[in-house]
C-alpha cells in the first residue's frame, strides 16, 4: 500500500494555478506580440512593385504624412501605402458600411444596418460608375489600390482589429474608393429619408394650417450669403400657431435626468449619426491680415477614434510645376479633400439641399412586385436578389426592387421608391482630385460642380486675393415636392438629372469681402436658393453669429478665425434667459431657494458654453424642458409610428417656433393655472433635472453633461479595463448646438484649419484623435489634445521624423 502525501492535493493545485497563469501569460504575451508586429514599418527603404520611382512616406512628430513622388501615380501608390499602414480597418469598415456588407465581417448584429442599406445596391452603383471614370482617374485608383494591398501586405501581422474578430482583411479594389463616397452619402444626406418621413407623419396628425406654422421655410435667424447683414427682427408669428391648443400638450411632463446630450438634439442622423454643425467662410485680399485671401473650415462629424480624417501632403511635379497639396484626407481616397494647393484654398460644409424625393405607391395585394404606376396602370417593378453573408451564420437573401423612380422601401405598412440624386451615374467619381491643378476661383468652382461627392457648399480663397462660394456635387434639375412630403405616383413624372455646372448658384467676389456657411439657407434670392432646396437647413443663428464675427472685424488673422472656430458664446438662447428672469421675480423665488439660486446663477452667467458654466447648464436643461412641454407627447406619437421620427426630424427651424411661442404665450398646458405658473413649472423642471442626484445647483457644470465620449468602434464590445486603451480621455467640452463651437459628447469637429493660399506657413490645423488608429503607435492620440483645448498649432506638417522609401523593383537595393 502507498500513503499520498496529504500536501500532494495542494501541490496539485498550485501547480494548475500556476500552469493556468502561465497559460494566461503566455497568450497574452502573444496577443502582445501580435498586437506589436500590427505596427506599421516607419523608416528605412522597402521593395515597392508598384512604384516607377521611389517614392517617400514621411512622418512628423505627430505621425502627419508627406507624400514625396515623381509623378502622380506614385504619389497615389504611397498614399495608399501610407492610409493601409495606418488606417486600413477604418477604411474596411467604411467601404462595407456603404455596401451593407458589415455582417460578413462581425457577424448577425449588422444585419439589421445592412438590410437597412444594401436596398441602396451602392456596390453595384460603384461598379457601373468606375466602368464610366475618365482612364485617367480609373488609373489614378488602380495606383492607390495597389498601395494600399502593399500596404496592408507590408505589416508583420493583421492588423488588430481582425485578430479581436477571427477574420482576415480582405484586398482592397480601386472600386471602394467609390464605396467610401456613398458612405459619406449615407452619413450626410441620408437624414432626409426621415425628415420625408417625420413631415408625412406630421401631415397625417395635425391641421393643414398648424402644419405650415410648424414648418417654417425661413426664420429671422437666416444669414444669406447674398445679402451684407441688416438688423433682423422675428417675424409675427403665425396666426395658426398662436389660435391652436394641441392636445398633446395637456399632460404634465415629469422631469428627465440630464445626462449626455440627447441624441435628437443632434438632428438629421443618418446611417453614421451626423449632424448639422460645419463651418466654412472666407475673407478677401482686403480683409485678410497681409493682404492675403483665407479659408476656414471646420468640417463636424460623428467623433470616433480613428478620426475620419487623415492629414496628408502630396509633393509631386506636374505640367504646371512642382506642387504641394496639404490639408486632410479620407482614408480610402487618394486625394486631398480640403485644403490648399499653394494656389487656391478650399473647404466644405454640407449643403443640406434637398436630394431626397420618396414616392408614395400602391401595391398590388396579390402580387408584391407589382405596383400602381402614373398613368393608374399595374406595372412591376424588377427584382435583385441580395445575398447578405453573414459571420458565423447562413447567408440573408434580401429581394431588392427597382422602379423608374428607383428602389423601394416598406415602413409601417405603406411603401415608398426612394429618388435620390446619390442614384445618378456620376453622383460618386474622383473629379476632386482635379482641385490639385486649379490655379484661380474660378477654376475650382468648376472642379466642384462637376465633383462626384455628397452636395456641400464650398468656399475657396485664390492667391490673388479673390474668394467665391458654390455648390460641389450634383445638384438635381428638378426635386418633386420642395416642401419635402413624399408625392404620389401620378406626381412623380420630373426625371431625375444633374443641373449643368454653368446653371449652378455661385457668388464670386462679393462686394463686403466676406463668405460664410453653416449649413442654413444659403440665398435671400427665392428662385435662385430653390435650386438648392432645403432637405433640413440650420435654423441659421450660428451661421448669424459667424456672419456678425466676420463683420465685427476689418482685417483678420489666421489666429482672429480660429478664434471665431472655438466660439462657445450661446447667443441662441439669450431669449430664455431674459424670459427666466423675468419670471423669477421677488414672489417667485420666495420661499422657493432653488428658484433663487436658479435667478442668482443665470444672473451671473458669461453669456458661454465653457465647461464651468452652471447658469449655461441651467439655461440649456430650461430649454430642453420647454421643448418636452410642447413636443414631448408629439415625439411619443411620431415615435409609436417609427422610431426615427420626431418633430426635430420633421423641421431643423424648432428654436425659431419655440421663440415665436414664447413671445405670444401660447401654448400654454391645462395643467397650468397661468402662463406665470407654467415657466416656474418648466424652471423648476429643469432645476430637478440637473440635480437628480441631490447636488446643489452651484456644483452643476455644463461640461459634467457635455463630457467627451470618443472611442474606438471595437471599444464597447471588449472588457471594461480595455476599453480606455482604446478610448479619448472622457474630458469636459465647451460649446454646443447652435453656436460657432459646436460639440457634443461624440459629435463635433471633424478638423479645423485657417489657411490662405501661397502662405500655407502661417496656417494652421487641429484635429481630434491621431494620425494612426493602432492604440500602440505613438501617433494615436498625438495631436488630440491641441484639438480639445483650442491650441493654433501649425497647418503644415513638421520636420521629418520618419522617412519610409518605396523603392521599384529591379532598383538594385
Not at 475650382?444 to 485664390?462: E, F, K, R, W, Y
Not at 484639438?787 to 521599384?808: S, Y
Request: proline share 8%; net charge neutral; no cysteine.
Amino acid at each position: 500500500m502507498k500513503f499520498r502525501s496529504p500536501q500532494r492535493p495542494a501541490r496539485l493545485a498550485l501547480l494548475t494555478v500556476a500552469a493556468v497563469l502561465v497559460l494566461g501569460i503566455a497568450t497574452i504575451a502573444a496577443a502582445w506580440l501580435t498586437l506589436r508586429a500590427s505596427l506599421p514599418r516607419v523608416d528605412g527603404e522597402l521593395g515597392a512593385s508598384g512604384t516607377a520611382q521611389p517614392a517617400t512616406i514621411a512622418r512628423d512628430a505627430q505621425g502627419s504624412v508627406t507624400i514625396r513622388a515623381a509623378n502622380r501615380a506614385d504619389a497615389a501608390y504611397a498614399t495608399g501605402f501610407a492610409h493601409a499602414q495606418d488606417r486600413y480597418f477604418q477604411m474596411d469598415l467604411v467601404r462595407r458600411s456603404a455596401a451593407g456588407e458589415l455582417a460578413a465581417l462581425v457577424g448577425e448584429a449588422a444585419v439589421p444596418l445592412d438590410r437597412r442599406v444594401r436596398v441602396h445596391r451602392f456596390r453595384a452603383r460603384a461598379e457601373q460608375a468606375y466602368a464610366a471614370l475618365p482612364p485617367a482617374h480609373r488609373a489614378l485608383l488602380e495606383r492607390y489600390a495597389d498601395g494600399v494591398n502593399a500596404g496592408l501586405a507590408a505589416l508583420g501581422a493583421r492588423p488588430f482589429e481582425y485578430f479581436l474578430l477571427g477574420a482576415p482583411p480582405q484586398p482592397w479594389r480601386p472600386v471602394d474608393t467609390l464605396l467610401a463616397i456613398y458612405a459619406m452619402y449615407l452619413d450626410l444626406q441620408g437624414g432626409e429619408l426621415l425628415r420625408v418621413r417625420s413631415r408625412e407623419a406630421l401631415r397625417d396628425l395635425l391641421p393643414a394650417p398648424l402644419l405650415a406654422a410648424l414648418l417654417p421655410t425661413r426664420s429671422h435667424w437666416d444669414a444669406p450669403l447674398d445679402r451684407p447683414p441688416f438688423p433682423a427682427q422675428p417675424a409675427a408669428p403665425d396666426t395658426a400657431l398662436v389660435d391652436a391648443h394641441p392636445d398633446w400638450i395637456d399632460a404634465p411632463r415629469a422631469p428627465r435626468t440630464r445626462g449626455a446630450i440627447p441624441a435628437e438634439l443632434m438632428v438629421d442622423a443618418g446611417t453614421t449619426s451626423s449632424a448639422l454643425g460645419s463651418n466654412g467662410w472666407a475673407v478677401d485680399a482686403r480683409h485678410g491680415a497681409g493682404g492675403r485671401a483665407l479659408v476656414a473650415n471646420d468640417m463636424h462629424l460623428g467623433l470616433r477614434l480613428p478620426n475620419v480624417w487623415y492629414r496628408l501632403t502630396l509633393e509631386f511635379p506636374s505640367a504646371s510645376g512642382p506642387r504641394r497639396i496639404s490639408g486632410v484626407s479620407l482614408p480610402g481616397a487618394p486625394i486631398v479633400v480640403a485644403g490648399s494647393n499653394g494656389d487656391v484654398a478650399w473647404g466644405f460644409t454640407n449643403s443640406y439641399g434637398h436630394f431626397i424625393d420618396l414616392v408614395r405607391l400602391e401595391p398590388d395585394a396579390a402580387d408584391p412586385s407589382r405596383y400602381r404606376g402614373p398613368a393608374g396602370t399595374w406595372e412591376t417593378a424588377p427584382e435583385t436578389m441580395e445575398r447578405i453573408d453573414v459571420k458565423g451564420a447562413g447567408p440573408v437573401m434580401l429581394p431588392v426592387r427597382e422602379t423608374p423612380w428607383g428602389p423601394l422601401r416598406q415602413a409601417n405598412g405603406k411603401v415608398y421608391a426612394i429618388r435620390w440624386i446619390a442614384y445618378l451615374p456620376d453622383a460618386a467619381n474622383v473629379g476632386l482630385a482635379d482641385m490639385e491643378e486649379a490655379h484661380d476661383v474660378e477654376q475650382a468652382m468648376h472642379v466642384a460642380q462637376t465633383a462626384g461627392i455628397p452636395t456641400q457648399n464650398l468656399v475657396v480663397a485664390d492667391r490673388r486675393g479673390d474668394i467665391g462660394w458654390t455648390l460641389a456635387g450634383p445638384l438635381p434639375t428638378a426635386t418633386l415636392d420642395p416642401l419635402g412630403f413624399p408625392v404620389e405616383a401620378d406626381h412623380a413624372a420630373a426625371a431625375l438629372a444633374r443641373l449643368a455646372p454653368a446653371d449652378y448658384p455661385a457668388i464670386v467676389a462679393p462686394a463686403y469681402g466676406r463668405l460664410w456657411t453653416a449649413n442654413s439657407t444659403q440665398l435671400a434670392n427665392e428662385a435662385t436658393q430653390r435650386r438648392i432646396g432645403d432637405g433640413g437647413a440650420d435654423v441659421g443663428a450660428r451661421g448669424t453669429q459667424i456672419r456678425d464675427a466676420l463683420f465685427a472685424g476689418e482685417r483678420f488673422s489666421e489666429r482672429d478665425l480660429l478664434a471665431i472656430q472655438l466660439d462657445d458664446r450661446a447667443s441662441w438662447i439669450a431669449f430664455l434667459r431674459e424670459q427666466a428672469l423675468a419670471e423669477l421675480d421677488d414672489t417667485a423665488v420666495a420661499s422657493h431657494p432653488r428658484r433663487a439660486a436658479f435667478r442668482r446663477i443665470v444672473q451671473s452667467w458669461s453669456g458661454r458654453a465653457d465647461t464651468g458654466s452652471a447658469g449655461y447648464a441651467l439655461l440649456r436643461a430650461y430649454h430642453d424642458a420647454l421643448y418636452d412641454a410642447w413636443f414631448g407627447a408629439l415625439d411619443e406619437r411620431l415615435a409609436a409610428i417609427d422610431g426615427g421620427l420626431s418633430m426635430r426630424r420633421a423641421s431643423s427651424r424648432v428654436l425659431a417656433t419655440m421663440e415665436s411661442l414664447m413671445r405670444v404665450r401660447a401654448w400654454k398646458p391645462a395643467y397650468a393655472a397661468d402662463w406665470h405658473a407654467f415657466m416656474l413649472e418648466r424652471i423648476d423642471t429643469a432645476i430637478a433635472s440637473v440635480s437628480a442626484d441631490g447636488r446643489p445647483l452651484d456644483e452643476i457644470r455644463w461640461g459634467d453633461r457635455n463630457r467627451l465620449a470618443m472611442e474606438h468602434p471595437l471599444a464597447r464590445v471588449l472588457p471594461a479595463a480595455v476599453r480606455p486603451w482604446l478610448s479619448a480621455p472622457a474630458r469636459p467640452m465647451p460649446g454646443d448646438i447652435h453656436m460657432p463651437r459646436i460639440q457634443g459628447p461624440s459629435f463635433g469637429a471633424s478638423e479645423r484649419f485657417v489657411v490662405s493660399p501661397g502662405h500655407e506657413e502661417h496656417g494652421l490645423m487641429e484635429m481630434p484623435g491621431g494620425a494612426s488608429g493602432h492604440p500602440l503607435s505613438p501617433f494615436f492620440l498625438a495631436g488630440h489634445s491641441a484639438w480639445t483645448d483650442g491650441k493654433a498649432t501649425p497647418f503644415l506638417p513638421g520636420p521629418d521624423v520618419h522617412r519610409l522609401t518605396l523603392l521599384p523593383a529591379g532598383s538594385g537595393h
